[in-house]
Antibody, heavy 116, light 107 residues
């Protein structure tokens, strides 16, 4: 069974760094792109970016370029999303998902809370 | 950036109704469109890719159609499990974009 399991909810302060993870299993990790999607409270889905684990080719959405870094560790079939300095506006649910085409399946989501 | 506009934003319907959600692209995207269903507190679920290809395990009452700039997701006979929010997503070119969502509510 293809599964993506994300790291747990976190509470951080403005300015802190953060790296959340997405552990993939049940398929050949290097053969499929993995993407990240943001959902702010009560809002819709926003495509953040996508990475190809085989060579780490990465594309970012315009609102996220330079704001986050997407990476992978092939040895442990895990993708990451990281911030070097969180803003209050980064508070959201973050999902990873495998690109088939179409995103499926999705991780369960990681809730990021940012306090001042 | 390609803008995706869904209509309506909210739809009230009854069990058994035929429901149609429209998604319009700001420029042509061929058939590079996916549809997702999201229930409250849950991750989205892929329903359709390439505009009309139904994912394995998705009930046949769901269907997608369209190409170019106009697309539809149709539920032929709405079931209680279908009350959710639906999103379209284009993947014709980076940057990929989602529609704003259509919430299907119980009438």
């Amino acid at each position: 069974e293809v599964q993506l399991v994300q790291s747990g909810a976190v509470v951080k302060k403005v300015g802190e760094s953060l790296k959340i993870s997405c552990k993939a299993s049940g398929y050949n990790f290097t053969n499929y792109w993995i993407g990240w999607v943001r959902q702010m409270p009560g809002k819709g889905l926003e495509w953040m970016g996508i990475i190809y684990p085989n060579d780490s080719d990465t594309r970012y959405g315009p609102s996220f370029q330079g704001q986050v870094t997407i990476s992978v560790d092939k040895s442990i079939t895990t993708a990451y999303l990281q911030w070097s300095g969180l803003k209050a506006s980064d508070a959201a649910m973050y999902y990873c998902a495998r690109w088939k085409p179409g995103f499926g399946p999705w991780g369960q989501g990681t809730l990021v809370t940012v306090s001042s | 950036e390609i803008q995706m506009t869904q209509s309506p934003s909210t739809l009230s319907a009854s069990v058994g109704d035929r429901v149609t959600i429209t998604c319009r692209a700001s420029r042509t995207i061929g058939s590079w469109l996916a549809w997702y269903q999201q229930k409250p507190g849950k991750a989205p679920k892929l329903l359709v890719h390439r505009a009309s290809s139904l994912e394995n395990g998705v009930p046949s009452r769901f269907s997608g159609s369209g190409s170019g700039t106009e697309f539809t997701l149709t539920i032929s006979s709405l079931q209680p499990d279908d009350f959710a929010t639906y999103y379209c997503q284009q993947y014709q070119s980076y940057w990929w974009t989602f529609g704003q969502g259509t919430k299907v509510e119980i009438k």
